[in-house]
T-cell receptor, first 108, second 113 residues
Framework: GQNIDQPTEMTATEGAIVQINCTYQ??????LFWYQQHAGEAPTFLSYNVLDGLEEKGRFSSFLSRSKGYSYLLLKELQMKDSASYLCAPSGYSTLTFGKGTMLLVSP | ETGVTQSPTHLIKTRGQQVTLRCSSQ?????VSWYQQALGQGPQFIFQ???????GRGNFPPRFSGLQFPNYSSELNVNALELDDSALYLC????????????FGSGTRLTVV
């Protein structure tokens, strides 16, 4: 079965750093994706982790521990436009399974 | 690359009716997946097609069906619509399996009244 857990909502201020955690249990695992979704829009790709460790891409970094079934997305130097839902998505044999998403609210 | 396009963008149907949603995949992508996203929830996997064959299905009843065409465009059909079918329906295309990531369309907002 599939079980993905991430916080429902987080708040942070502009310029700060925020870490969004995700724990997962899936049958079959190839890697883990993080997507960003603004209200009323399609999800857009942020990162993909296959191996354990930290992947850095500009202001965004993502970490994976396969043995612990754990990942996090780290957002630095937060901007107002980062207010969105962040979706953790383990990749199984045939498809992606999404968590419910974490709504991040960035305030001035 | 032309991205993934979906039509229509919005649709209102009556309970019991049937609906067909369409998706044009990104050029070169031979795999298409459909997701249902209720308000405030993450996308839920409906099914996936690879080279015109269904090769994965989520926990959705048979009244949800699909087709993929040789040009990699696809359709999602829903029969006997229920109020709970009201949601954003997302089409996502990829090349090969899910490890290559998905490109999502902007979705079709379906409202069942």
């Amino acid at each position: 079965g599939q079980n993905i857990d991430q916080p429902t909502e987080m708040t942070a201020t502009e310029g700060a750093i925020v870490q969004i955690n995700c724990t997962y249990q899936t049958s079959g695992f190839n890697g883990l994706f993080w997507y960003q979704q603004h209200a009323g829009e399609a999800p857009t790709f942020l990162s993909y982790n296959v191996l354990d460790g930290l992947e850095e891409k500009g202001r965004f970094s993502s970490f994976l521990s396969r043995s612990k079934g754990y990942s996090y997305l780290l957002l630095k130097e937060l901007q107002m436009k980062d207010s969105a839902s962040y979706l953790c998505a383990p990749s199984g044999y045939s498809t992606l399974t999404f968590g419910k998403g974490t709504m991040l609210l960035v305030s001035p | 690359e032309t991205g993934v396009t979906q039509s229509p963008t919005h649709l209102i149907k009556t309970r019991g009716q049937q609906v067909t949603l369409r998706c044009s995949s990104q050029s070169g992508h031979n795999t298409v997946s459909w997701y249902q996203q209720a308000l405030g929830q993450g996308p839920q996997f409906i099914f996936q097609y690879y080279r015109e064959e269904e090769n994965g299905r989520g926990n959705f009843p048979p009244r949800f069906s699909g087709l993929q065409f040789p040009n990699y465009s696809s359709e999602l059909n829903v029969n006997a619509l229920e109020l709970d079918d009201s949601a954003l329906y997302l089409c996502a295309s990829s090349f090969g399996d899910s490890s290559n990531g998905y490109t999502f369309g902007s979705g079709t907002r379906l409202t069942v009244v």
